[in-house]
């Protein structure tokens, strides 16, 4: 859910080790997984942090020949695309030349993944010309990307060091209109679309038999961390699963309707509906449940902690000595808990430092916004929330799980993990 420059919840059309990924130090005992034999999982290394970046991203090697380009890794949302030369109308300042599509990769009205994505994204969108899919994404915080579908050669690497360079559809977008912060460079080239739709990436490696439509990441608290594609590194074990359910907000991963408990008191709320968005920085809640934590939290504050005016986010406190991360300032907050129905027992802890960023000037600020005032109607559990989990998206069985471990090896010593 966000559009290259920025990031912000949109609405558009809208990895288990072997090693120590153990739920307590103590228990480091070996995973145990089940690697598919048919199929094969790529893994990449991620970069980027919650704060300040903002985004977390991975480098994929896309044309031929390939060249590198930052993708921000978004399971909010389907389409994947590159700020493009074709020529670029309107474009941010990106890491990267801009990609420069060959006539011949054009993909033509009439496929499938161009139907997919014309009644994903709804009115408006049609084929002036049957040669080309041109398209409109219009994301909630009002950013737009239009864009023409190419197909090229992605290079994805495999276990035992070897690449595929399946050929996949994506978004050329020549003209970007994101707001505010359109003078402000990108740290991205573009969008790796995750979602559940069928022109998504994945959805898309599937189809073409390389990976299981399975996915999943862990996002480094120290930033970077690792994203794969296929089973072959889920653990057999440990892992908190929750049926997928079917979001009545979109084509969104939900994990159903969740009931919030501060300090594993009740808060006496609702259940609220709940996504999960990689392509969301911070966590979003609706009115009640915000309000509700705000509250709770504020109470439980000491006199120490005096409130300031934000300078990254809507709610700061200042210490009396500035802090150097949130582990300076935890002992303040109390945990967080989502319980959600369906799953048996599941519950998802959130303790202080999967809700709180400390910024430059050595504040503590809440990571948690107003899903209302961001005009969403359901709650995101945004990059902040999964720091240090092994987030898992398996399609396959229509189940989200969720894992803590430390989100540090690197994607290559995974890889060559698996057997
Ligand atoms: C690009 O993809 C096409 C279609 O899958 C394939 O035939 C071709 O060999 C690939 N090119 C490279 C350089 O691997």
């Known amino acids: 859910m966000a559009a290259a420059a920025m990031r912000a919840p949109t609405a558009v059309l809208l990895l288990a080790v072997l090693l120590p990924f153990a739920a307590a130090p103590s228990r480091a005992a070996t995973l145990a997984t089940s690697p598919s034999a048919s199929t094969s999982t790529a893994a990449f290394q991620l970069h980027g942090d919650v704060y300040p970046t903002g985004h977390y991203y991975i480098t994929m ?54 139907t997919a994505l014309h009644s994903g994204l ?23 990307s239009q864009g023409v579908l190419i197909a090229d050669n992605f290079s994805l690497p495999l276990s035992k060091s070897s690449t595929v360079r399946p050929s996949l559809t994506f978004g050329c977008g020549y003209d970007q209109q994101v707001g505010k912060n359109g003078e402000k460079p990108a740290v991205t080239d573009g969008l790796l679309g995750l979602g559940r739709g069928s022109v998504s990436l994945l959805s898309q490696l599937k ?32 892992v908190t699963w929750v049926p997928m359910a079917r979001s009545t907000s979109g084509n969104y991963y939900s994990p159903g309707s969740g009931t919030l408990y501060f300090d594993k008191r ?21 009115a009640q449940p915000y309000q509700a934590v705000v509250s709770a939290l504020k109470g439980g504050l000491s006199k120490s902690l005096k409130q300031v005016p934000g300078d990254e986010l809507p709610l700061c406190w200042k210490g009396q000595k500035a802090f150097k991360s949130v582990f300076d300032v935890k002992k303040e ?14 519950v998802m802890e ?18 948690i916004l107003d899903a209302t005032v961001a005009k969403l109607s359901f709650s995101i559990i945004g990059d902040i929330t999964m720091l240090d989990q092994m987030v898992i998206y398996d399609n396959e069985k229509a189940q989200l799980g969720w894992v803590r471990g430390p989100c540090s090896r690197s994607a290559k010593s995974i890889l060559s993990s698996i057997p």
Request: charged fraction near 15%; hydrophobic fraction near 30%.
């Open 333 to 346: 907050f109390k945990s967080l808990h989502l319980s959600f129905a369906t799953g048996k027992n599941a």
């Open 207 to 238: 189809q073409q038999g390389i990976t299981k439509n399975v996915l999943g990441h862990c996002l480094s608290t120290n930033g970077g961390g690792f994203l794969f594609f296929g089973d072959g590194i889920v653990p057999t074990s440990r």
């Open 122 to 144: 709804g009115s408006g969108n049609r084929c002036p010309s049957p040669k080309q899919c041109d398209y409109r994404i219009k994301y909630t915080d009002s950013a737009t």
């Open 350 to 367: 959130i303790p202080p430092e999967n809700y709180l960023i400390v910024t430059k000037i050595g504040n503590v600020c809440l990571g």
């Open 61 to 114: 090697n896309i044309g031929d020949p390939a060249k590198p380009y930052f993708l921000d890794v978004d399971t909010g949302s389907d389409l994947t695309w590159l700020q493009c030369d074709a020529p670029c109308q309107s474009c941010n300042k990106v890491p990267h030349p801009l990609y420069r599509p060959a006539p011949k990769k054009l993909v033509p009205c009439a496929d499938s993944l161009c």
């Open 266 to 286: 009740s808060l006496g709320l609702k259940p609220m509906e709940v996504v999960f968005d990689s392509g969301s920085t911070y966590t979003y809640f609706t």
